[in-house]
């Protein structure tokens, strides 16, 4: 068996065709690519839709202004509710009557705790105020 080189080369007629086929491709890529570094008219970016509603997106949320002020609000409510349990032990503390309802209270509470009843202990209002 032998293998001639000839019948593995081809025609000498498919080299022009393949030469003007890759130049043709060759300069369709070229083209497309290039329409991304063309600058745009000026006519153009006045279509663009714009929004006046603006959506929450999560993790950057944060840094919004109106999440700023929402943080705020809640920190100064926090801080007010703790002034006020504070002005309540004060008050306590200063008035002996208040002092021994508290540890009445808290005598009631532990009770409860040691017989295993937490729903009753957790309902013993403990931290009260009156004039609510």
Known sequence: LVITTSSFTPSLSYYPIMKIATSLMAIAICAQSSTAFIATTPTCQH???????????????????????????KKEREVEEQERYQQEIIARRSNPEKMEEYEAKVRVRRQLRMRGDDEAADSVDMYGSENE
């Not at 279509?47 to 929402?70: H, I, N």
Request: hydrophobic share 30%; no cysteine.
């Open 47 to 73: 279509q663009t839709a714009s929004t006046t509603t603006a959506r929450p997106m999560g993790l950057f949320d944060f840094f919004s202004e109106d999440a700023r002020k929402e943080r705020e609000e």
